[in-house]
């Protein structure tokens, strides 16, 4: 899918994607995956739908689902670069996200954020109706060294 807008791109190639700089946002600038590993970060590429966003053929903006495209979508490693921000690549990026044909009558979309929570409210996301049905098996600490 390639997706454009005055100079901007949003693509999900995957020869396209700058590995280096979402390895970079993601281990120094994320506050959500500090320390990954780019071994990590590459195979998670290879094992998702990647949305690269690209101005002028630089990327700036990324965003990935895991998902078996039937029932369910985890939405993760949302981001656009700080000097973009403020130009609506985020919503362009969720509208372009919630419209991939493969992505639609999904019974389940899943997200985990504490940033931009009024982002994706508008697509359709709210806080946990039965908290307690969800489980995790979390390791916070997993990236670190």
Not at 8 to 21: A, M
Not at 51 to 72: C, L, P, R, W
Request: hydrophobic share 40%; aromatic share 14%; charged share 25%.
């Amino acid at each position: 899918m390639e997706l454009r807008k005055n100079d901007f791109l949003i693509s999900t190639d995957k020869e396209k994607l700058d590995r280096t700089l979402i390895h970079r946002f993601l281990s120094r600038e994320s506050g959500w995956a500090n320390g990954i590993k780019f071994e990590t970060v590459n195979k998670a590429i290879e094992n998702c739908l990647n949305f690269g966003v690209y101005h002028k053929n630089e990327q700036v903006g990324y965003a990935k689902i895991i998902s078996d495209f039937s029932t369910i979508a985890y939405l993760g490693d949302v981001f656009i670069l700080k000097k973009f921000r403020g130009l609506g690549l985020s919503k362009w990026l969720m509208e372009s996200i919630t419209s991939h044909e493969e992505l639609q009558n999904l019974r389940r979309w899943i997200l985990l954020t504490d940033t931009a929570p009024w982002l994706y409210e508008k697509y359709g996301f709210a806080p946990l109706a039965n908290p307690d049905f969800y489980m995790e098996r979390h390791n916070p600490r997993v990236y670190e060294i």
